[in-house]
Every structure is written in structure tokens, then in C-alpha cells.
T-cell receptor, first 114, second 112 residues
Framework: ETGVTQTPRHLVMGMTNKKSLKCEQH?????MYWYKQSAKKPLELMFV???????ENNSVPSRFSPECPNSSHLFLHLHTLQPEDSALYLC?????????????FGAGTRLSVL | DAKTTQPPSMDCAEGRAANLPCNHS???????VYWYRQIHSQGPQYIIH???NNETNEMASLIITEDRKSSTLILPHATLRDTAVYYC?????????????FGKGTKLSVKP
């Protein structure tokens, strides 16, 4: 148990669906992250939030829309995805965004786009 | 691009020490070496980090060469649960953005 909980753990959706991934952290951290891990590829950073403000968008397509209503919750809204978006989506949190801060990861949501 | 080079895979016998190497020949003076691991179907887990002195915690030891161009992560008594992909990451300590850049890592298989 890392203190970072992601739901759902598995998700199957069609290309026309709209779904959301949820991440919640119980560590009192101020920074939260979304990463994508495709098969046989390294983890890729998608978004960074610090104190609810987005500080980084790593050239992610607009069909991925993040939302951070407070420092404990992070969402990733999905719409009109493509099959190549099938991947493991990981959420992480840390006390701050500086490199002194260790990141704690959730177990991820395994997404399949049909 | 990741600034580190790691062997793609290694095997280790259960109960023996696992020594995982990492090459970071272009590391600069203000960059630290971090290690994370990812057990199958889980998110990455922080293990240890260091600058130039050897470091030890309850999970592992980190040995950094004097020229800092390479390091070794040591799991002193590997168990089957240590089977995972191990990532060596170089970060500019004190930077405002601590974004982790993951390479392909080393897949460690601990065998009975």
C-alpha cells in the first residue's frame, strides 16, 4: 500500500466512449502526476500538477484531459481514444515537484481501447 | 532521452546478493542517482538515491564510483519478491521540476 489509490484497475472502452480515471492520495502531498506505460516502452510523463495547478503538459493529445480539483485528487478524462492509447496509466504523488521529492505511485489503471 | 545505460536483464539466485550496474558517464556535479523498481502489474517504487557517497537503507545499498560515472545497486539477500524491473535515473537535485525520465531498466529475475 503506497498511499496512492487508482480506480478502476482495469477499463475497456470503445473509441466513441467517454470515461474517467481517478487517483487519490492520502499522503498529504502537493504534487500529482500522470504517466503512461505502453507495452515494451518506458514510462512517459503526461501531466504534472502542483497545488492544483498544471505545471507541465508533455505534448499530450487533447483527447486526454486532466483535472485536479484539490491536492488529494487527480482525474484523467478520456474521450474518442484510439487503440494505440491502450496502456497502463499510472498516477504518482510527491510532497512537491522539486527533485528532492520522492514520488509514490499507484498500482495503475490498465486501459484497453477497442 | 535517459542519461543512463543498464543491462536489459539479469538473473540472481534466491538468497544471494543481486548487483545491478548502471552507467551514467555524462552525469554532472549536481545530479543525483536514483533507483526505482517496478514489480509486475504495480507502479514503480522508490528504492534509494545518492550523490557520491555510498548509501544504505532497509531495502538496498548504492555504491557510486569515485568518478561518479557508474553505480551499482545491491540487494544483499535477494528474494523471489525482488523480481522486478529496476530503473536507474539521474536527476538534477534541487531542480524545480523533479520529473522522472525512465529508461528501459534491468529486468531482474530471482530464481529459487
Amino acid at each position: 500500500e503506497t498511499g496512492v489509490t487508482q480506480t478502476p484497475r482495469h477499463l475497456v472502452m470503445g473509441m466513441t466512449n467517454k470515461k474517467s480515471l481517478k487517483c487519490e492520495q492520502h499522503l498529504g502531498h502537493n504534487a500529482m502526476y500522470w504517466y503512461k506505460q505502453s507495452a515494451k516502452k518506458p514510462l512517459e510523463l503526461m501531466f504534472v500538477y502542483n497545488f492544483k495547478e498544471q505545471t507541465e503538459n508533455n505534448s499530450v493529445p487533447s483527447r486526454f484531459s486532466p483535472e485536479c480539483p484539490n491536492s488529494s485528487h487527480l482525474f484523467l478524462h478520456l474521450h474518442t481514444l484510439q487503440p494505440e492509447d491502450s496502456a497502463l496509466y499510472l498516477c504518482a504523488s510527491s510532497p512537491g515537484t522539486g527533485t528532492k521529492n520522492i514520488q509514490y505511485f499507484g498500482a495503475g489503471t490498465r486501459l484497453s481501447v477497442l | 532521452d535517459a542519461k543512463t545505460t543498464q543491462p536489459p536483464s539479469m538473473d540472481c539466485a534466491e538468497g544471494r546478493a543481486a548487483n545491478l550496474p548502471c552507467n551514467h558517464s555524462t552525469i554532472s556535479g549536481n545530479e543525483y542517482v536514483y533507483w526505482y523498481r517496478q514489480i509486475h502489474s504495480q507502479g514503480p517504487q522508490y528504492i534509494i538515491h545518492g550523490l557520491k557517497n555510498n548509501e544504505t537503507n532497509e531495502m538496498a545499498s548504492l555504491i557510486i564510483t569515485e568518478d561518479r560515472k557508474s553505480s551499482t545497486l545491491i540487494l544483499p539477500h535477494a528474494t523471489l519478491r525482488d523480481t522486478a524491473v529496476y530503473y536507474c535515473i539521474v536527476l538534477n537535485y534541487g531542480g524545480s521540476q523533479g520529473n522522472l525520465i525512465f529508461g528501459k531498466g534491468t529486468k531482474l529475475s530471482v530464481k529459487p
